[in-house]
């Protein structure tokens, strides 16, 4: 089995690894990165090699397509838009995370459809004749979207799911909690690293809901908690996940 990502300038690497980790549990898979150019792209999180071109990748069973910065440019590449094109007709799945919808938008993929996205992306989509979906996930057909990196994991596993079955699922996620224990074994552990994270970004969006500022919190005595664990959490745990969402579109007072 292969999976080939698409990488671009500007792509999230968050969202690369949130696919990848998961769908790199598959068994006798192939995770490749594919561009329009040999070398790498740059973005938030990191560089990315390319491993084929995307003209040169054959035989793909899951396109995916994360979000990122660069995804206007992305989906005005006429050779991504033929690639994500043939991947429609000959793959079994297409799948994209909160910005890359735009460019599975831009290639007509959506066929004008409602597609999950990341909440700022909602204009581009428009743009391309397609709506935005308030859903965390949504599938239709074999192309599945997702609105940002939280969701991608979850996209992740739907796309598990539907190529070797529930018990994978299973598998995979336990070997991905496994990976971040023992900071897992208690939920309150992740609970409280959650709200931190909720912290510092009503910190750095502005105010907070009563108009005043947080007081400074000392060094967390409990241990990192491993990001993508984290998410896999979130997956089963949509109150948390609503929690995050509220915090991310809250807007500073001026």
């Known amino acids: 089995m292969r999976v080939a990502i698409v990488v671009y300038d500007g792509v999230l690497n968050a969202e690369i690894e949130a696919f990848r980790s998961v769908l790199g549990l598959l068994r006798d898979v192939e995770v490749v990165t594919v561009g329009t150019h040999l070398g790498s792209f740059s973005g938030p999180g990191g560089i990315q090699p390319v491993d084929l071109l995307v003209d040169d990748a054959h035989d793909v069973d899951v396109a995916v397509v994360p979000g990122g910065i660069g995804c206007e440019r992305a989906a005005d590449d006429a050779g991504l838009r ?4 043939r991947m429609e007709r000959d793959a079994r799945f297409v799948a994209a995370s909160s910005t890359g919808t735009v460019v599975l938008a831009s290639a007509g993929l959506l066929h004008g459809g409602a597609a999950s996205t990341h909440w700022l992306a909602a204009d581009l989509l428009r743009k391309y004749g397609s709506e935005a979906d308030d859903r965390r996930l949504v599938v239709s057909g074999n ?6 990196q939280i969701s991608a994991v979850d996209a992740a596993f739907t796309l598990v799911e539907r190529l070797e079955g529930p018990a994978a699922v299973e598998r995979i996620r336990s070997t991905l909690i496994e990976r971040g224990e023992p900071h897992l074994r208690d939920p309150s552990l992740l609970e409280r690293a959650i709200e931190r994270t909720l912290g510092r970004a009503r910190d750095l969006l502005g105010a907070l809901p009563d108009g005043g500022r947080p007081e400074q ?5 409990e241990p990192p908690v491993t990001p993508l664990s984290v998410m896999v959490e979130l997956v089963d745990n949509d109150e948390l996940a609503r929690r995050m969402k509220r915090s991310a579109r809250r807007r500073p007072r001026h």
């Open 217 to 221: 919190t000392p060094p967390p005595t």
């Open 143 to 148: 192309v599945i979207t997702c609105e940002g």
């Open 82 to 85: 033929e690639f994500l094109l």
